[in-house]
């Protein structure tokens, strides 16, 4: 610090001082470089910052709290939706931490895994307009059925588009279902047209359904579910998602949550 005072001129820091009674007290500190007729002297302007810090402290907890809300809420719309239709029961959250666990290893921050937590486990909120018999329905829907199901993800932008997430998750609701080469909906989006977190979304959907039990059959297992991500790399699904997701699975030994 002194050293960089005297070649720069000036330097400026947090420190740790002390008060005369030896109570130690958080400051800011400029040190400036002073030539002088005795010569080159330092001046030292030390200002106590205890306040600042226990400002700076009180905006964390609440950032904190916040924060805590947000996730729990989160948590009791998930719920909410697994009590509507119990066989998807921990759907969203195993998409979650499928998707958090392909967007980390594709080298993304954790900022946008945590992103995808959220989105991930209200994606399927728009299924509430879509009647319980329906979709705990045994047999194969009729089209009608379908498009109802279909619906849901528009649905679900309508009901998240007005909250303001510090992530895009009402547009992740609303692309989840839609693929690379424009054949998904609801609005046939293309490419690098659908947001990244979304084409993430997708391969971890696909994959938690088709290795999970449904009504209308049984699991078919991890090794389906990858080659239909396989069957679908650069068309159906991003390939670095897809690439990314065949990784964790076939090299290294990640595992479905349970």
Not at 106 to 129: E, S, T, Y
Request: aromatic share 6%; proline share 3%; glycine share 8%.
């Amino acid at each position: 610090m002194i050293e960089t005072a005297l070649r720069e001129g000036s330097h400026f820091f947090e420190w740790e001082h002390r008060r005369l009674t030896g109570e130690a007290f958080p400051a800011d500190v400029l040190l400036t470089r002073v030539n002088s007729e005795a010569g080159l002297l330092l001046l030292a302007s030390v200002r106590d910052i205890t306040e600042r810090k226990r400002d700076e402290q009180q905006v964390r907890e609440v950032a904190m709290r916040l924060e805590r809300a947000m996730f729990g809420t989160v948590g009791a719309i998930s719920r909410m939706l697994n009590m509507r239709a119990s066989y998807t029961a921990g759907h969203a959250q195993r998409v979650g931490e499928i998707s958090a666990a392909i967007a980390a290893e594709m080298g993304l921050d954790l900022d946008v895994q945590r992103g995808l937590r959220v989105a991930d486990g209200l994606h399927d909120v728009g299924k509430i307009i879509v009647p319980a018999e329906i979709l705990s329905k045994p047999d194969r829907l009729t089209a009608p059925e379908y498009s109802l199901i279909q619906a849901h993800a528009q649905q679900g932008y309508e009901v998240l588009k007005d909250i303001d997430f510090p992530w895009p998750v009402a547009e992740v609701a609303r692309q989840h279902h839609e693929r690379i080469d424009g054949g998904g909906y609801p609005r046939g989006l293309k490419g690098e047209a659908i947001l990244l977190e979304a084409r993430i979304m997708a391969v971890a959907d696909v994959v938690e359904a088709m290795a999970s039990h449904r009504p209308y059959r049984a699991g078919l297992g991890i090794d389906k579910a990858l080659a239909e991500i396989e069957r679908g790399r650069g068309t159906a699904y991003d390939a670095n998602a897809a690439d990314a997701c065949m990784r964790l699975f076939r090299e290294k030994n990640y595992a479905l949550p349970a």
